[in-house]
């Protein structure tokens, strides 16, 4: 049967597709994305060959592509299970059709058929700063002090833009490194915005992936599964930390104290050196008092009571002198080894229990490692009991 959508989207679709007349009310709505049928992405990404895979995430695959019209594209396949309904799919769908923001990753499209859930996204050159500028040995790019400024700016402005000005706000849920892409100019785009959503609540194997990583996850969040966007203020208060260290926040290969970025950043604070957190491939040549200044925006942002963090329109404020930070305001942030109740300068009780947390941890080529967390919001603490030892 011939599709009954002629110009859907503005463009003209042409596979043969079964259609349910609900879908159609459905997409009538939408009116900034392409619909593309499942034929035009598997020709554009070769049969999605494993040639053209560029990534494995919590949501499935993604494979580079050129479409039709000679774009490239992110082609992202979610996985099967995440099949829900087209309704819900493309609820979520025209949502994030919607917003537009210099450094927000940019849907053009997506294709439902049968089971198949795929978004279609604007291809970013230079990958994630997760496998560059803390990837290691993987990435030949060379971030200088004003790159790396520039685009910690770009992603408070991202995330300002959608915590306040698109309505209903959004909370990412998951910042964090490998989900800020980089284009051919180094401008830093979000990705993964508004998918929380479109992951089923009852799939907890993907949801945990979506919920968020270790060392990223705001206190209240990892125990308490709230959600909002002070939770991705703390997040991206980490974030900060990692691209002025250019280190990951987590390495289970340093020694205990030496772990977790976040309480070294406190304990540098305390003893007046921060400057000596920045990234050493820096080579001293850097504006410390920015620097320095960028670090304690961080520490601002990963308070341990939420209502101390600031807005992300204010951290933009700060990030560009627009606003002065006050020592006054920064006290302890909320560290993770307390609410892991794991000491840091102790020793874990056992070793499996530190194997355990490595376990979580994904693929790294080089000292850096990101430690995921199995997490469903609402089972957190249960989660935290059985990956850590909390009578030390
Ligand atoms: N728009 C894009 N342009 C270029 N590469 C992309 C794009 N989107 C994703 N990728 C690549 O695919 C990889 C996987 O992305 P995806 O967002 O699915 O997972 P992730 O962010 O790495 O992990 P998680 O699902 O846990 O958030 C990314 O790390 C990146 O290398």
Same mark, same amino acid.
């Given at each position: 049967m011939t599709s009954c959508f002629s110009f859907l989207f503005g463009r003209k679709v042409t596979s043969s597709v079964i259609r349910d007349p609900e879908i159609d009310e459905e997409l009538a709505g939408i009116h900034n994305v392409i619909l593309y049928t499942y034929k035009e992405l598997s020709i554009a990404t070769e049969d999605f060959s494993p040639a053209n895979k560029v990534g494995e995430g919590g949501f499935g695959s993604v494979y580079k592509g050129k479409l039709k019209d000679g774009k490239i594209a992110a082609v992202k396949v979610l996985a099967a299970e995440s099949s829900q309904g087209v309704n819900e799919f493309l609820t979520e769908i025209k949502v994030i059709s919607e917003i537009e923001h210099e450094n927000l990753v940019k849907l053009y499209g997506c294709c439902v058929e049968g089971n198949h859930r795929i978004l279609v996204y604007n291809y970013l050159e230079n990958n994630s700063l997760a496998q560059t500028l803390l990837g290691g040995r993987c990435s030949n790019i060379f971030f200088d002090w004003q790159t790396r400024a520039r685009i910690c700016i770009g992603i408070a402005r991202g995330f300002a833009f959608l915590h306040e000005e698109v309505k209903p706000h959004i909370v990412h849920r998951d910042i964090k490194?490998?989900? %800020?892409?980089?284009? !051919?100019?180094?401008? *830093? !785009?979000?990705?993964?915005?508004?998918?929380? !959503?479109? %992951? *089923?609540?009852?799939?907890t194997h993907v949801s945990t992936r979506v919920a968020g990583t270790i060392g990223y996850l705001a206190p209240e969040y990892a125990v308490r599964g709230q959600v909002n966007r002070k939770a991705d203020i703390y997040s991206f208060g980490v974030l900060l930390l990692e691209i002025v260290s250019g280190k990951c926040n987590t390495n289970t290969r340093l020694p205990l104290e030496e772990q977790f970025l976040l309480e070294r950043t406190w304990r540098h604070y305390q003893e007046g050196i921060l400057v000596g957190l920045v990234d050493t491939s820096l080579n001293g040549e850097f504006d410390a008092e920015e620097a320095c200044k960028f670090l304690k925006v961080g520490l601002l942002c990963t308070q341990e009571v939420p209502k101390l963090r600031p807005s992300m329109s204010t951290v933009v404020k700060m990030l560009t002198g627009k606003m002065d930070v006050y020592d006054s305001k920064i006290t302890e942030p909320g560290l993770i080894s307390d609410f892991m109740d794991l000491k840091v300068g102790g020793k874990p009780k056992n070793e499996v229990d530190m194997k355990t947390l490595s376990s979580y941890n994904t693929p790294s080529t080089s000292d850096n490692q990101d430690t995921t967390m199995s997490i469903a919001s609402t089972a957190t603490t249960t989660t935290f009991a059985m990956h850590y030892d909390r009578s030390m």
């Amino acid at each position: 049967m011939t599709s009954c959508f002629s110009f859907l989207f503005g463009r003209k679709v042409t596979s043969s597709v079964i259609r349910d007349p609900e879908i159609d009310e459905e997409l009538a709505g939408i009116h900034n994305v392409i619909l593309y049928t499942y034929k035009e992405l598997s020709i554009a990404t070769e049969d999605f060959s494993p040639a053209n895979k560029v990534g494995e995430g919590g949501f499935g695959s993604v494979y580079k592509g050129k479409l039709k019209d000679g774009k490239i594209a992110a082609v992202k396949v979610l996985a099967a299970e995440s099949s829900q309904g087209v309704n819900e799919f493309l609820t979520e769908i025209k949502v994030i059709s919607e917003i537009e923001h210099e450094n927000l990753v940019k849907l053009y499209g997506c294709c439902v058929e049968g089971n198949h859930r795929i978004l279609v996204y604007n291809y970013l050159e230079n990958n994630s700063l997760a496998q560059t500028l803390l990837g290691g040995r993987c990435s030949n790019i060379f971030f200088d002090w004003q790159t790396r400024a520039r685009i910690c700016i770009g992603i408070a402005r991202g995330f300002a833009f959608l915590h306040e000005e698109v309505k209903p706000h959004i909370v990412h849920r998951d910042i964090k490194a490998s989900n %800020i892409l980089l284009d !051919k100019d180094l401008t *830093p !785009k979000i990705s993964d915005f508004g998918l929380a !959503k479109l %992951i *089923p609540a009852n799939m907890t194997h993907v949801s945990t992936r979506v919920a968020g990583t270790i060392g990223y996850l705001a206190p209240e969040y990892a125990v308490r599964g709230q959600v909002n966007r002070k939770a991705d203020i703390y997040s991206f208060g980490v974030l900060l930390l990692e691209i002025v260290s250019g280190k990951c926040n987590t390495n289970t290969r340093l020694p205990l104290e030496e772990q977790f970025l976040l309480e070294r950043t406190w304990r540098h604070y305390q003893e007046g050196i921060l400057v000596g957190l920045v990234d050493t491939s820096l080579n001293g040549e850097f504006d410390a008092e920015e620097a320095c200044k960028f670090l304690k925006v961080g520490l601002l942002c990963t308070q341990e009571v939420p209502k101390l963090r600031p807005s992300m329109s204010t951290v933009v404020k700060m990030l560009t002198g627009k606003m002065d930070v006050y020592d006054s305001k920064i006290t302890e942030p909320g560290l993770i080894s307390d609410f892991m109740d794991l000491k840091v300068g102790g020793k874990p009780k056992n070793e499996v229990d530190m194997k355990t947390l490595s376990s979580y941890n994904t693929p790294s080529t080089s000292d850096n490692q990101d430690t995921t967390m199995s997490i469903a919001s609402t089972a957190t603490t249960t989660t935290f009991a059985m990956h850590y030892d909390r009578s030390m």
